[in-house]
């Protein structure tokens, strides 16, 4: 096995997101659910745009949000995903590479338009996203540079792309690449939306052997294996995998692998702003700490971590200086 080129390579939706504060009055008037996540349509996006405030356009996407945390914390990072040649797509490819990410498929003109995600953040912090995937679900197969997956030592998908046949076959064509080269494959459940849509098709790929570092939240763990109980859901799917992980909030996170268990509390936060990215960025310090062989307790740490500082302001990709906030534990 040769010395990859890339520390991680991140496979998802590249989505603009367009982030303001509404109150719950508002939410209840457009009848949507605090805190979850729908897919909207071009025409849904246009209208429910023209009723929010103003807003601040963040480029976003849950794999890209991880790729810039993984740049910002020192690692050599690349993203997959598509956006279409318009105004967002290049807002899009220009901030993502600004942040250090090789950014691995050009813009095409026949995808429709770059996707973005309006979110509205309430007063507590929690936010509500409305999807519109436009151009990033138009991923091919064709698009994804095959000897660049075998040449990153750990490939991470999202399950927010596993929805559209188009780019389920661009993923799983980049799984095959990945484990043919030896190299590792991480995956995020990414919502219970996701899981709920797609728990088959995800329990087959944990079946095959095909993901060997899993990730997930309290809910997406539930929903994932049916048991509502954290202890028993955590001990059945981690039974599974080779390396689990799984985030609590403000209750930390624990990875279990194997007969190994670690477990870290949540970072000291001086203000909750905003939710979006927690989960990306956390992983971004987890695989950041995995790269570089460090064990599960200093890895979950630098999540933890990592997702701490993009809680503090909008928007999900990180803002202060990740390495300095490590301190020593990358070396």
């Known amino acids: 096995m040769t010395n990859p080129s ?4 991140c496979i998802g939706n590249a989505i603009v997101d367009v982030i303001t ?24 996006a246009v209208r429910l ?6 807003g601040r356009e963040v480029s976003g996407g849950s794999a890209g949000n991880t790729a810039a945390g993984l740049a910002a914390l020192g690692l050599r990072a690349g993203f997959i995903g598509q956006v279409a040649d318009d105004q967002l797509g290049r807002i899009y490819a220009h901030d993502i590479e600004a942040q250090g990410v090789e950014f691995l498929v050009p813009a095409r003109s026949d995808v429709g338009a770059t996707a973005r995600c309006l979110i509205l953040v309430t007063p507590d912090a929690q936010r509500t996203m409305n999807t519109f995937l436009g ?17 990153a030592a750990i ?13 389920r076959a661009a993923m799983e ?17 990414s919502d219970t939306f996701c899981v709920e849509r797609h728990r088959d098709g995800f329990q087959q790929l944990i079946d095959e052997g095909r993901i060997d570092i899993l990730f997930a939240n309290e809910a997406e763990l539930a929903a994932m294996t049916g048991d509502e109980d954290f202890e028993v859901g955590l001990t059945g799917l981690a039974a599974q995998v080779p390396l689990l992980v799984v985030t609590r909030s403000a209750a930390g996170a624990v990875a279990v692998a194997g007969d190994e268990r670690a477990a870290v509390a949540a970072e000291p936060i001086e203000r909750l702003v905003d939710t979006t990215g927690a989960g990306d960025l956390f992983a971004a310090g987890f695989l950041a700490g995995q790269a570089r062989g460090l064990g599960l307790e200093a890895s979950l740490k630098l999540g933890a971590i990592a997702a701490a500082e993009v809680i503090q302001h909008y928007g999900a990709r990180p803002e202060a200086d990740l390495k300095a906030l490590a301190g020593d534990l990358l070396g």
């Open 6 to 9: 890339l520390d991680v390579l």
């Open 21 to 44: 504060d509404a109150n719950d009055a508002f939410l209840a008037d457009q009848g949507l659910d605090k805190g979850a996540m729908r897919l909207i349509d071009e025409a849904e």
């Open 49 to 54: 745009y023209g009723e929010m405030g103003p």
């Open 135 to 151: 151009a990033a679900q138009r991923l091919r197969a064709a698009d994804v540079d095959l000897a660049r997956v075998a040449d």
């Open 155 to 167: 490939l991470y998908f999202e399950g927010y792309l596993w929805d559209p046949a188009e780019p």
């Open 173 to 189: 064509a980049a799984i095959d690449a990945a484990r043919n080269a030896g190299r590792k494959v991480a995956f995020t459940l």
